[in-house]
């Protein structure tokens, strides 16, 4: 009987870990990492699209609005990930995500670059400053020489 109670509670306790590891697994561990991916996705397009993005009026019309409206999805991606990372302050801290307010901004200027690629005059400042912001937001690497203003 002694056995049979050993071997129960043996079992039972391997399930109670194993369902809090899927438990933490899917509640925390997923969400960083689909925010790790969405901010490597905008890394790669805002080097993919920097054709279209520094050259504000000059590529069609159609592909213009094919790199605006996927901006504006990075955007909201960006922003939705801070609803699913849960007790994100802590948890950012823990995982070196960016702040709450960093990525608020990020996603703002994405925003705002995917409506400043349809300018046909001097776009090319605010266009700069706005990539910088991002990728300073973001933490992601931006040469000292393509920020705006060059000295």
Same mark, same amino acid.
């Given at each position: 009987? &002694?056995?049979?109670? #050993?071997?129960?509670?043996?079992? @039972?306790?391997?399930?109670? *870990?194993?369902?809090? !590891?899927?438990?933490?697994?899917?509640?925390?561990?997923?969400?960083?990492?689909?925010?790790?991916?969405?901010?490597?996705?905008?890394?790669?397009? @805002?080097?993919?699209? !920097?054709?279209?993005?520094?050259?504000?009026?000059?590529?069609?019309?159609?592909? #213009?609005?094919?790199?605006?409206?996927? &901006?504006?999805?990075?955007?909201?991606?960006?922003?939705?990930?801070?609803? @699913?990372?849960?007790?994100? =302050?802590?948890?950012?801290?823990?995982?070196?995500?960016?702040? =709450?307010?960093?990525?608020?901004?990020?996603?703002?200027?994405?925003?705002? &670059?995917?409506?400043?690629?349809?300018?046909?005059?001097?776009?090319?400042?605010?266009?700069?400053?706005?990539?910088?912001? *991002?990728?300073?937001?973001?933490?992601?690497?931006?040469?000292?020489?393509?920020?705006?203003?060059?000295?």
């Amino acid at each position: 009987m &002694l056995m049979t109670l #050993t071997v129960f509670s043996t079992v @039972l306790s391997g399930v109670m *870990i194993y369902v809090l !590891g899927q438990f933490v697994v899917k509640l925390v561990i997923e969400p960083v990492q689909e925010t790790k991916k969405a901010i490597a996705q905008i890394s790669h397009s @805002l080097i993919e699209y !920097g054709d279209i993005i520094q050259n504000p009026g000059v590529p069609a019309k159609e592909k #213009t609005v094919e790199v605006s409206q996927h &901006l504006r999805m990075l955007s909201a991606q960006l922003h939705s990930h801070l609803f @699913l990372v849960p007790c994100y =302050r802590v948890t950012a801290f823990v995982f070196r995500l960016p702040a =709450r307010d960093k990525i608020l901004m990020a996603a703002k200027q994405l925003m705002g &670059l995917s409506s400043a690629i349809f300018s046909k005059s001097d776009a090319y400042e605010e266009i700069a400053k706005r990539r910088a912001m *991002i990728c300073d937001s973001l933490g992601i690497y931006f040469a000292a020489d393509e920020r705006w203003p060059k000295e």
